[in-house]
């Protein structure tokens, strides 16, 4: 079965500094990844995937991901981080259905 | 235009009622979904639609009754609820149901069930 394991569920950055989400994931086969975005009281918005090809992704505003298979990873970063990023960020697998990971807390401070 | 709406926003409603929640897209898509969003969580699938089609259905309690009257709009009936089914309930599309398709969300309907 598959599986997405977020270990962090809060995350706390200053406005300007580099930003690291950890994603590990649990699939048999190639995964096809996903990482959305989630503000308060909204949907969720895609911010980037990976189905094949380059492992490394580029995504909207400014994300980019790394997949790597021999960690089973797929972690989002964004070099630097703006006010307005500070939302629950969510990576998800399909296999047969998309699965979410618990998904990370990003707060921002300036 | 890659949106997908759904109404109403909010809803409160009393264990004996009847109420139904709508979504609608207009790209064209031939998959929706529906999934639930208890606070603090992640989104749960709770039923595929393709071509019209139920083709999944994640154990769903009865008291939930999804439709897909046409290709653009689905709907999830519900009756006689429980005060633990208060969630975000969130309608996603996407072009196939072939893994790795994007799905696209519509921004919710925020349910509370007294």
């Known amino acids: 079965a598959q599986s997405v394991t977020q270990p962090d569920i809060h995350i706390t950055v200053s406005e300007g500094a580099s930003l690291e989400l950890r994603c590990n994931y649990s699939?048999?086969?190639?995964?096809?990844l996903f990482w959305y975005v989630q503000s308060p009281g909204q949907g969720l918005q895609l911010l980037l995937k990976?189905?094949?090809?380059?492992?490394l992704v580029q995504g909207i505003k400014g994300f980019e991901a790394e997949f790597k298979r021999s960690q089973s990873s797929f972690n989002l970063r964004k070099p630097s981080v703006h006010w307005s990023d500070a939302a629950e960020y969510f990576c998800?697998?399909?296999?047969?259905?998309?699965?979410f990971g618990a998904g990370t807390i990003l707060r921002v401070k300036s | 235009d890659t949106e997908v709406t759904q109404t109403p926003k909010h809803l409160v409603m009393g264990m004996t009622n009847k109420k139904s929640l709508k979504c609608e897209q207009h790209m064209g898509h031939r998959a929706m979904y529906w999934y639930k969003q208890k606070a603090k969580k992640p989104p749960e699938l709770m039923f595929v639609?393709?071509?019209?089609?139920?083709?999944i259905n994640e154990s769903v309690p009865s008291r939930f009754s999804p439709e897909c009257p046409n290709s653009s709009l689905l709907n999830l009936h519900l009756h006689a609820l429980q005060p633990e089914d208060s969630a975000l309930y969130l309608c996603a599309s996407s072009q196939e149901t072939v893994p790795g398709e994007t799905q696209y969300f519509g921004p919710g309907t925020r349910l509370l069930v007294l």
């Open positions: 639609y393709s071509y019209e089609k139920l083709s």
């Open positions: 990976y189905f094949s090809g380059d492992t």
């Open positions: 998800a697998v399909d296999g047969n259905k998309l699965v």
């Open positions: 699939y048999g086969a190639t995964p096809y």
